[in-house]
Nanobody
Framework: QVQLVESGGGLAQPAGSLTLSCRAP????????MGWYRQAPGKQREMVAR???????NYGDFVKGRFIISRDAAKSTAYLQMNDLQPEDTAVYYC??????????WGKGTQVTVSS
């Protein structure tokens, strides 16, 4: 059973920072695009950031340069560095692995709360 294991969520103050981590099985990590999505209460899940196995990235419009997605092949881990966090960034953040023609995989999610 493929598991994506997220960590790094928690409480941050407005304008603060958090870094999320997502560890994947090595085979999945090497072949799949890795991404982060989020879902706030009462809202649809939305894409935050994605990174291909070749390192190409794309971000949701709301990110506006505040977040950086990266991947470390040696650790089979993807990261989401989040800066200048705002209360509207409060959500459950999910790690995703996807690849054309194959099923995608999801982590269980990690809560990020931004509040003073």
């Amino acid at each position: 059973q493929v598991q994506l294991v997220e960590s790094g969520g928690g409480l941050a103050q407005p304008a603060g920072s958090l870094t999320l981590s997502c560890r994947a099985p090595t085979l999945i990590f090497n072949l799949y695009r890795m991404g982060w999505y989020r879902q706030a209460p009462g809202k649809q899940r939305e894409m935050v950031a994605r990174i291909t196995d070749e390192g190409r990235t794309n971000y949701g419009d709301f990110v506006k340069g505040r977040f950086i997605i990266s991947r470390d092949a040696a650790k089979s881990t993807a990261y989401l560095q989040m800066n200048d966090l705002q209360p509207e960034d409060t959500a459950v953040y999910y790690c995703n692995a996807d690849r054309p023609g194959a099923r995608d995989y999801w982590g269980k999610g990690t809560q990020v709360t931004v509040s003073s």
